[in-house]
């Protein structure tokens, strides 16, 4: 059965520094992971997919990689905004089908 | 539609109480998706639709749980006899097709309370 890890469970940090969350995930046989933004009572907003075939994928000031045989995924968050701050959560999908989410990470970015 | 679109936004349901929730995907998306998030936690899957094909019912909890999408566009998850454990957030995502690389897109999700 497939768990993800997500650490750390919160993060705050100040505004504009550059920060990695981290992915884990036991079962390396994966389909795609994806990355994800949820804000307060909100549903969730897809930030980045990878492939497993692919290393990393980037959008704007946002970089995620992929180390399938370490079981690894890093969302990297440059020059971070207040904006920014909401739970992050990576989804590791193992086949055609269902995703499996860590718990998510909670971003606070103080101005 | 331009998203995801889940109603009611929120429920709030007696002990014993059978609810229905309804999603609405993306237009022409293929597959369909319900998840189950508790407080605090990442969403837990419950099962997912190819078309009007349930392919995958296994995380639904009980056989108190039934979900359906005749025409393979709406889909409805059905709760009978509600307890309070099923107090949580219900997440539908829908995705292009499933046998490619597909982003998943979520409603913003029906939270339901179970008194």
């Known amino acids: 059965k497939q768990e993800v890890t997500q650490i750390p469970a919160a993060l705050s940090v100040p505004e504009g520094e550059n920060l990695v969350l981290n992915c884990s995930f036991t079962?390396?046989?994966?389909?795609?992971l994806q990355w994800f933004r949820q804000d307060p009572g909100k549903g969730l907003t897809s930030l980045l997919l990878?492939?497993?075939?692919?290393r990393e994928q980037t959008s704007g000031r946002l970089n995620a990689s992929l180390d399938k045989s370490s079981g690894r995924s890093t969302l990297y968050i440059a020059a971070s905004q207040p904006g920014d701050s909401a739970t992050y959560l990576c989804?590791?999908?193992?086949?055609?089908?269902?995703?499996?989410f860590g718990d998510g990470t909670t971003l606070t970015v103080k101005p | 539609g331009a998203g995801v679109s889940q109603s009611p936004r929120y429920k709030v349901a007696k002990r014993g109480q059978d609810v229905a929730l309804r999603c609405d995907p993306i237009?022409?998306?293929?597959?369909l998706f319900w998840y189950q998030q508790a407080l605090g936690q990442g969403p837990e899957f419950l099962t997912y639709?190819?078309?009007?094909?349930?392919?995958?019912k296994s995380g639904l909890p009980s056989d108190r749980f039934f979900a359906e999408r005749p025409e393979g566009s709406v889909s409805t998850l059905k709760i009978q006899r509600t307890q309070q454990e099923d107090s949580a957030v219900y997440l539908c995502?829908?995705?292009?097709?499933?046998?490619?690389?597909?982003?998943?897109?979520f409603g913003s999700g029906t939270q339901l309370s179970v008194l």
């Open positions: 995502a829908s995705s292009l097709d499933d046998r490619t690389n597909e982003k998943l897109f």
């Open positions: 079962d390396s046989a994966i389909y795609n």
């Open positions: 990878i492939q497993s075939s692919q």
């Open positions: 989804a590791v999908r193992e086949d055609a089908g269902k995703s499996t």
């Open positions: 237009s022409g998306h293929v597959s």
């Open positions: 639709f190819q078309n009007e094909a349930q392919l995958d």
